[in-house]
């Protein structure tokens, strides 16, 4: 079965200090991967996606991830974070047999101190 | 172009009331995914409709839950005889397409979410 495992439930960093996420998926063939976050009482915004092709995809707001299929993994990295990163990131799987319904990871929540 | 719309943005339901809850897609899409999220959990899929179709329910509960994306109109979540343990934020996704051949892995874009607190 399709799973989701993100190691952290809670990471806190430095404005401007670098960010790695973590997050393992469980699944037969090639996923489709995504990140999003989630900014308290809103909902959620798509970060990035990978579907094939290049292994390490940008996405908005200065973020990237790498797909390591050898690891199984998925990690969401910024260089350099804003106080405004401060939220709840969800890593996610698609692509099940016939529908796309997306298998998410329990989250990671972000603080960013000054 | 307007994002997912979804009403109303917060519920407050007695146990033993009905809960209804709306979601618009965003234009042009044809496919809406209802999730819920418990508080301090990650989302949960409950079911994949298309227009007049409901196409993968496997997340519902058995009982007491249904959706439907009529011809017309919003998607609609309803929950009958609410209990406390219903208690959570509902959102819905929309994607321009479905799974099919070429077309799989379509993002999917979600709403603002629908938080229902029953008392």
């Known amino acids: 079965a399709q799973s989701v495992t993100q190691p952290d439930i809670h990471i806190t960093v430095s404005e401007g200090a670098s960010l790695e996420l973590r997050c393992n998926y469980s699944?037969?063939?090639?996923?489709?991967l995504f990140w999003y976050v989630q900014s308290p009482g809103q909902g959620l915004q798509l970060l990035l996606k990978y579907f094939s092709g290049d292994t390490l995809v940008q996405g908005i707001k200065g973020f990237e991830a790498e797909f390591k299929r050898s690891q199984s993994s998925f990690n969401l990295r910024k260089p350099s974070v804003h106080w405004s990163d401060a939220a709840e990131y969800f890593c996610?799987?698609?692509?099940?047999?016939?529908?796309?319904?997306?298998?998410f990871g329990t989250g990671t929540r972000l603080q960013v101190f000054p | 172009n307007a994002g997912v719309m979804q009403n109303p943005r917060h519920l407050v339901r007695r146990r033993g009331q009905e809960a209804r809850l709306r979601c618009s897609p965003m234009?042009?899409?044809?496919?809406v995914y209802w999730y819920r999220q418990l508080p301090e959990e990650g989302l949960k899929f409950m079911v994949y409709?298309?227009?007049?179709?409901?196409?993968?329910e496997s997340g519902m509960p058995k009982e007491r839950f249904s959706a439907e994306f009529p011809k017309e109109g919003p998607s609609i979540l309803r929950i009958q005889q609410v209990v406390r343990g219903d208690s959570a934020a509902y959102f819905c996704?929309?994607?321009?397409?479905?799974?099919?051949?070429?077309?799989?892995?379509?993002?999917?874009?979600f709403g603002p979410g629908t938080r229902l607190l029953v008392l």
């Open positions: 409709l298309q227009k007049e179709n409901i196409i993968d």
């Open positions: 699944y037969g063939a090639t996923p489709y």
């Open positions: 996610a799987v698609g692509r099940s047999y016939n529908t796309d319904k997306l298998i």
């Open positions: 996704a929309s994607s321009p397409r479905g799974p099919s051949g070429q077309s799989r892995g379509e993002t999917q874009y």
């Open positions: 234009k042009g899409h044809s496919h």
